[in-house]
């Protein structure tokens, strides 16, 4: 049950219904909005309907929301209708709305807010995809959470979602691994390796590796060339690195159907493939790029490369598919996975980056457009901002395993999946966020997953001390709801249909924890006002008919705080 889509529909029929007193078409609805206003003191739905309007009506907006107004007072659902400011219609609802909400949010339990708004439209999520080059740090712990939890956030409204990885193993970076790795191979067979060469990743994470190479080849590598042991070694060393990656998203209860390896796309040729595909299309030509804006490098040469019109499609500059070495760019590995991916009947392609990978939207977007022509896939970037870890207000020095930064399992191992994964989005993913370990793991209101997390778990432990008590199963009558801080509850409930489509339109899954916490304050609100006034409080012995209501309101707060943390990939504590 969505109550503000039900309502919406009730003012788009009485919009109708003026329009075709005037003779008028049905005007474009698109723009109208049927939302929670700003000041509850307003009602209980506010709708912009007259304002976005009133020139297909040709009148002002007041004018057109007293006749709206007018037809909106005689549905039986509607208490009031009153005009504000320039023209916004605020509707107050009967008493009798809200049981309706509270039996859904019971009826649906665990499906309480889902929807079938992306219509089983096909979403690649692509997240974290961090070179295979050691382990996550936490700059990666964000980007997952959100990624995951975006895609969660589309799996509940409708949409048919992959979670993807995309390896890069193809690069430069693969060869500096497999060179860090065989020194470790060295030190395993008993060299003594003083110091790591500038260059090379010096972290004891590739220590294992070493072992295993000399476990599985003993001394037999010491004698080949680097031709000969490089992809020996580069093989074992992608395999273990992959292995550590997935224990380290595994650790955040994160689990991605799809690795995807850009080697895979050279070894099948599909760069090859994708390249001429473009040029046939008239995309790829053969042309000079102007220099570098600002200072230009000295090995800068004015040369003629193989360039994808980029410029066509919305990028600022045309961009290289071919080094001069005649080997592919990265961007090219870019192309041809993005075709990949439109092959495989994706229509709508979501990259989760970092923040300094802003100048990938323009080009990711234009590929698209080239490749399955504009409108047929939209492609969205969502970039996340840096994670400064503190300690009681302490910057967090770097990691002693990873030898350079903080990974992602030291942070999960101190303080658990939950508590990192609620503070991830306990902000805009493009603001920046600071991380300290002091405040999340303290138990205070200061500190969001505690405060959500606490408020399922006192829901669960009144559940316990009824069945205890032996206060019997019943029907409830959400009539004796009457209280402010109780009705205040029920609209509460009401507004999460809406807010899970609203964040999943957005791909905004923050919302989702923005939300929780305001349902937690209003549920600890409501349990502090039941020490002051006893007749508020959940179980009352000598009042059954109460009990039973209030203990069936209990389950539906619990049900919401439960679907919404599911989401964000959170456990609903129990006991606290």
Same mark, same amino acid.
């Given at each position: 049950?969505?109550?503000?889509?039900?309502?919406?529909?009730?003012?788009?029929? %009485?919009?109708?219904?003026?329009?075709?007193?005037?003779?008028?078409?049905?005007?474009?609805?698109?723009?109208?909005?049927?939302?929670?206003?700003?000041?509850?003191?307003?009602?209980?739905?506010?709708?912009?309907?007259?304002?976005?309007?009133?020139?297909?009506?040709?009148?002002?907006?007041?004018?057109?929301?007293?006749?709206? =107004?007018?037809?909106?007072?005689?549905?039986?659902?509607? =208490?009031?209708?009153?005009?504000?400011?320039?023209?916004?219609?605020?509707?107050?609802?009967?008493?009798?709305?809200?049981?309706?909400?509270?039996?859904? %949010?019971?009826?649906?339990?665990?499906?309480?807010?889902?929807?079938?708004?992306?219509?089983?439209?096909?979403?690649? &999520?692509?997240?974290?995809?961090?070179?295979?080059?050691?382990?996550?740090? &936490?700059?990666?712990?964000?980007?997952?959470?959100?990624?995951?939890?975006?895609?969660?956030?589309?799996?509940?409204?409708?949409?048919?979602?992959?979670?993807?990885?995309?390896?890069?193993?193809?690069?430069?970076?693969?060869?500096?691994?497999?060179?860090?790795?065989?020194?470790?191979?060295?030190?395993?067979?008993?060299?003594?390796?003083?110091?790591?060469?500038?260059?090379?990743?010096?972290?004891?994470?590739?220590?294992?590796?070493?072992?295993?190479?000399?476990?599985?080849?003993?001394?037999?590598?010491?004698?080949?060339?680097?031709?000969?042991?490089?992809?020996?070694?580069?093989?074992?060393?992608?395999?273990?690195?992959?292995?550590?990656?997935?224990?380290?998203?595994?650790?955040?209860?994160?689990?991605?159907? &799809?690795?995807?390896?850009?080697?895979?796309?050279?070894?099948?040729?599909?760069? %090859?493939?994708?390249? =001429?595909?473009?040029?046939?299309?008239?995309?790829?030509?053969?042309?000079?790029?102007?220099?570098?804006?600002?200072?230009?490098?000295?090995?800068?040469?004015?040369?003629?490369?193989?360039?994808?019109?980029?410029?066509?499609?919305?990028?600022?500059?045309?961009?290289?598919?071919?080094?001069?070495?005649?080997?592919?760019?990265?961007?090219?590995?870019?192309?041809?996975?993005?075709?990949?991916?439109?092959?495989?009947?994706?229509?709508?392609?979501?990259?989760?980056?970092?923040?300094?990978?802003?100048?990938? &939207?323009?080009?990711?977007?234009?590929?698209?457009?080239?490749?399955?022509?504009?409108?047929?896939?939209?492609?969205?970037?969502?970039?996340?901002?840096?994670?400064?870890?503190?300690?009681?207000?302490?910057?967090?020095?770097?990691?002693?395993?990873?030898?350079?930064?903080?990974?992602?399992?030291?942070?999960?191992?101190?303080?658990?999946?939950?508590?990192?994964?609620?503070?991830?989005?306990?902000?805009?993913?493009?603001?920046?966020?600071?991380?300290?370990?002091?405040?999340?793991?303290?138990?205070?209101?200061?500190?969001?997953?505690?405060?959500?997390?606490?408020?399922?778990?006192?829901?669960?432990?009144?559940?316990?001390? =009824?069945?205890?008590?032996?206060?019997?199963?019943?029907?409830?009558?959400?009539?004796?709801?009457?209280?402010?801080?109780?009705?205040?509850?029920?609209?509460?409930?009401?507004?999460?249909?809406?807010?899970?489509?609203?964040?999943?339109?957005?791909?905004?899954?923050?919302?989702?924890?923005?939300?929780?916490?305001?349902?937690?304050?209003?549920?600890?609100?409501?349990?502090?006002?039941?020490?002051?006034?006893?007749?508020?409080?959940?179980?009352?012995?000598?009042?059954?008919?109460?009990?039973?209501?209030?203990?069936?309101?209990?389950?539906?707060?619990?049900?919401?705080?439960?679907?919404?943390?599911?989401?964000?990939?959170?456990?609903?504590?129990?006991?606290?």
């Amino acid at each position: 049950m969505n109550l503000f889509s039900e309502f919406l529909q009730v003012i788009r029929d %009485a919009v109708s219904a003026v329009a075709a007193e005037q003779g008028l078409s049905t005007p474009d609805f698109s723009r109208v909005t049927a939302e929670p206003p700003r000041d509850a003191t307003h009602g209980d739905i506010s709708s912009n309907a007259a304002m976005v309007l009133n020139k297909a009506f040709g009148m002002p907006p007041r004018a057109l929301a007293d006749r709206i =107004a007018a037809k909106l007072r005689t549905h039986g659902d509607i =208490a009031t209708v009153e005009i504000a400011g320039p023209g916004f219609i605020n509707l107050k609802l009967r008493s009798t709305v809200w049981p309706r909400v509270l039996e859904a %949010a019971l009826t649906l339990g665990s499906a309480y807010g889902q929807s079938k708004l992306g219509r089983g439209l096909k979403a690649n &999520v692509e997240y974290v995809s961090a070179n295979p080059t050691g382990p996550l740090h &936490v700059g990666h712990c964000r980007g997952a959470v959100f990624g995951d939890a975006l895609a969660q956030l589309l799996v509940e409204t409708g949409y048919e979602v992959t979670r993807e990885y995309y390896i890069n193993d193809a690069g430069a970076q693969v060869d500096v691994l497999s060179r860090s790795a065989y020194l470790r191979y060295r030190e395993a067979l008993g060299e003594q390796i003083t110091e790591i060469p500038a260059g090379l990743y010096p972290g004891d994470y590739l220590k294992p590796v070493g072992a295993a190479l000399a476990a599985a080849h003993g001394a037999a590598l010491l004698a080949m060339e680097e031709s000969q042991w490089l992809p020996i070694v580069r093989a074992m060393a992608m395999a273990m690195m992959m292995d550590l990656i997935r224990d380290d998203l595994a650790a955040l209860n994160i689990r991605q159907e &799809v690795f995807f390896s850009e080697k895979s796309l050279h070894d099948s040729g599909e760069v %090859a493939e994708t390249i =001429a595909e473009l040029r046939e299309a008239g995309h790829v030509y053969q042309g000079s790029l102007p220099p570098p804006k600002g200072e230009v490098p000295e090995d800068w040469e004015d040369r003629e490369q193989t360039l994808f019109r980029a410029t066509d499609f919305g990028d600022d500059i045309d961009r290289p598919l071919l080094k001069s070495d005649g080997s592919f760019t990265y961007f090219a590995s870019d192309v041809a996975y993005s075709r990949n991916k439109i092959r495989r009947g994706y229509k709508e392609l979501i990259y989760i980056l970092g923040a300094d990978h802003g100048g990938y &939207v323009k080009r990711l977007e234009a590929v698209a457009a080239a490749l399955a022509g504009r409108g047929n896939v939209e492609v969205i970037v969502r970039l996340c901002q840096l994670v400064k870890l503190y300690r009681a207000g302490e910057p967090v020095r770097m990691s002693k395993r990873a030898g350079e930064f903080v990974t992602l399992r030291d942070v999960v191992d101190e303080v658990g999946p939950d508590v990192v994964r609620f503070m991830m989005l306990f902000r805009k993913n493009e603001a920046p966020l600071d991380f300290d370990f002091a405040k999340v793991t303290e138990q205070s209101k200061d500190n969001p997953v505690f405060y959500v997390q606490y408020a399922h778990a006192r829901t669960c432990s009144v559940l316990r001390n =009824a069945k205890e008590e032996g206060i019997p199963d019943g029907t409830p009558d959400f009539s004796l709801l009457t209280d402010e801080a109780e009705l205040g509850l029920i609209r509460r409930i009401a507004e999460y249909p809406r807010l899970l489509e609203a964040a999943a339109q957005a791909h905004e899954p923050h919302r989702i924890a923005f939300y929780l916490f305001d349902l937690a304050g209003d549920f600890h609100s409501l349990w502090n006002k039941g020490k002051d006034s006893p007749q508020l409080r959940f179980i009352l012995k000598d009042e059954v008919k109460v009990s039973i209501t209030r203990l069936a309101f209990l389950r539906a707060i619990r049900y919401v705080l439960a679907n919404g943390l599911r989401i964000l990939g959170v456990r609903p504590a129990e006991e606290m």
